[in-house]
Structures are given as C-alpha cells and as structure tokens.
Nanobody, 125 residues
Framework: QVQLVESGGGLVQAGGSLRLSCAAS????????MGWFRQAPGKEREFVAA????????VYADSVKGRFTISRDNAKNTVYLQMNSLKPEDTAAYYC??????????????????WGQGTQVTVSS
C-alpha cells in the first residue's frame, strides 16, 4: 500500500533551522512529483514547495522562497524540506504528498493523491 511518513519536526526558536524528511513506499517514487504543504490551526492547508519527478523543476510559495529548499533522493525514496530562517508564522503541521506521475512541480492540492500523517513544526519567538 502507498505510504508516506514525515519526520524531523519539532520546536525551534525563530531564526533557526529544521530539515523535514518524507519516506515513501508502495509506489515507484522516482516517477512522481512530490510536494510539501502545511496547515496551521484554524487555517486552510497551503502549498509550501514542490519538486518534479526528475528533480529538475522546483516551485515555492512566496512566503518561503529563499528560506526553504526542497530536494529528493530517489535512491532513498525520500523527499526533504530544508527550512532556514524560520519564523513564528511557519508554525504548522507539515505534510508531504505524491503529485502527478511524470509531472513537474505542482502547486494545487487537488493534483496530489496520497498524503502523509504530518509532522509538527513550532517556531517560538
């Protein structure tokens, strides 16, 4: 069965860094675009970053551009989100998801079909 497991969340001070990982199984990972989304309490889920199936295309939300970096290691079936210069407004549950097969980086959540359970990121001021 298809499974995505996020890890790496935690509590960090503003200005700090975290690296999220998402381990995938049940699919040919290297054939799919991947994405990261987040949801803060009382807010809708929002797009954070995405990477194409070959890793050549990436796209970021304006709010994280220049601070976050998405990458993938197809040999390890894992997608990463390196988060630097964290701000309190980055506090949210972060989710990874499978995107389009043989697709480029996608920003709309309807383009993603399988989701992980999420990992909590809390940034203190």
């Amino acid at each position: 069965q298809v499974q995505l497991v996020e890890s790496g969340g935690g509590l960090v001070q503003a200005g700090g860094s975290l690296r999220l990982s998402c381990a995938a199984s049940g699919r040919t990972f290297g054939s799919y675009a991947m994405g990261w989304f987040r949801q803060a309490p009382g807010k809708e889920r929002e797009f954070v970053a995405a990477i194409g199936w070959r890793g050549r295309s990436t796209v970021y939300a304006d709010s994280v551009k220049g601070r976050f970096t998405i990458s993938r290691d197809n040999a390890k079936n894992t997608v990463y989100l390196q988060m630097n210069s964290l701000k309190p407004e980055d506090t949210a549950a972060y989710y990874c998801a499978f995107g389009p097969r043989f697709g480029i980086a996608a920003t709309s959540d309807y383009q993603y079909d399988y989701w992980g359970q999420g990992t909590q990121v809390t940034v203190s001021s």
